[in-house]
């Protein structure tokens, strides 16, 4: 590529990104009779580039991600040309503002393949939120046109030790836009923080998004290969004061059945579904209370709107499974729910 493009393509791609990437650090003004908040984040650019064939800056992702330093200060756009990485990456807490750039989701892959009876160098099983083949520590992580796998082989129901990740997301404020996610059991592991996943698209057969996220999924497909049967999310909300859950909006349920829409995982499990369509591959009842004892059905918050589609009917099946006026609905169908204003540029919300 010539200096000239090189330079002009870089630059685009600072200037699409770096509008995603603030913090939360507050300077009040010096006029005591008015405050203004200028929100203060990264300064500068790093611009690596990875790719499989040798023509980048690094062969591999995780080498790339090594390169940035300690305390990073800077937005780090990470472009990964097309190709499958096979590696296990791991984006430590002290590397915040880091983007992820694939050529389109069908184009650039990293897939690993752990499973949770597995066991990691200290001789001990990885369990399932050590398994996932990318695993994001750093707050202000955002990926987009790439695809997260774990190819280790779809259990059926009941079998213990074969969960397996492919991505996990235990940093806040974090952003995906057209990004893929395959995998089985616990496919995307929604841990912690503030998150929002854009047209992205996301597979699995049994609670393949799961955790104690606060994320928005907006105008996403979840797709099921459950054999016998399986569950979209399972959120683990164990408090009433806690302000996490999953907003499910514009999305379209599809795949093979029957699934469970959602499942209990914390006693205040919350799960909202919006304007989604369901295919006919919805069980009967619709969300599940996960272990039957512990009546959950009786604090959880389970709720739909105006959603519709030939499995829509069936997400309304039990009685503790909300159907939301607007004015409940609303905070769930917005950015703010995940704080979005101040780090989610309007033009990718």
């Known amino acids: 590529m010539a200096p000239f493009t090189s330079f002009f393509s ?46 980048g800056d ?34 430590p807490v002290t590397k915040p503002y880091i983007t992820f750039q694939g050529d389109g989701r069908d184009e650039t892959m990293i897939e690993w393949h752990d499973r949770a009876s597995d066991r990691g160098t200290n001789g001990q099983q990885l369990r399932t939120y050590r398994t996932a083949s990318v695993i994001v520590f750093a707050n202000y992580f955002s990926a987009r046109n790439i695809s997260f796998k774990n190819t280790a082989p779809a259990p059926m129901p009941g079998m213990q030790g074969w969960q397996a990740a492919a991505f996990r997301i235990s940093g806040d404020k ?22 929002y996943f854009k047209e992205c698209y996301i597979e699995g057969s049994i609670d393949f ?36 859950g999953f907003a499910f909006v514009g999305c379209k349920v599809t795949g093979r059945g029957p699934l469970y829409v959602g499942r209990a995982m914390g006693q205040f499990s919350r799960i909202v579904y919006s304007y989604t369509y369901f295919d006919d591959v919805v069980a009967h ?47 769930f169908l917005v950015k703010s729910f995940v704080n979005g204003r101040h780090w989610i540029a309007p033009s990718d919300a």
């Open 174 to 195: 974090a952003y995906f836009s057209g990004c893929g996610f395959y995998g089985a059991q616990d496919t995307l592991c929604d841990d912690a923080g503030r998150h």
């Open 58 to 91: 690094f062969l591999s992702v995780q080498a790339a991600v090594d390169a940035v330093p300690d305390n990073n200060t800077k937005n780090v756009l990470i472009k990964i040309n097309a190709g499958c990485y096979v590696e296990k990456v791991v984006v």
């Open 285 to 331: 009842g619709g969300w599940d209370d996960w272990d039957h004892t512990s009546n959950k059905n009786k604090t959880v918050f389970f709720g739909v709107y105006k959603c519709w589609g030939p499995g829509a009917e069936a997400v309304r099946g039990v009685t503790w499974a909300r159907e939301l006026d607007f004015e409940t609905a609303h905070p």
């Open 10 to 55: 870089i630059l685009t791609l600072f200037l699409c990104y770096a509008p995603l990437k603030y913090s939360a650090t507050i300077i009040p003004s010096t006029n005591s009779t008015k405050r203004h908040h200028k929100w203060v984040g990264p300064s500068g650019h790093l611009f690596i580039t990875v790719d499989a064939r040798g023509t």
């Open 209 to 244: 998004i799961f955790g104690n996220g606060r994320s928005m999924y907006k105008d996403c497909e979840l797709h099921s290969i459950a054999t016998r049967f399986g569950s979209i999310a399972a959120q683990d909300r164990n408090s009433p004061d806690e302000k996490t």
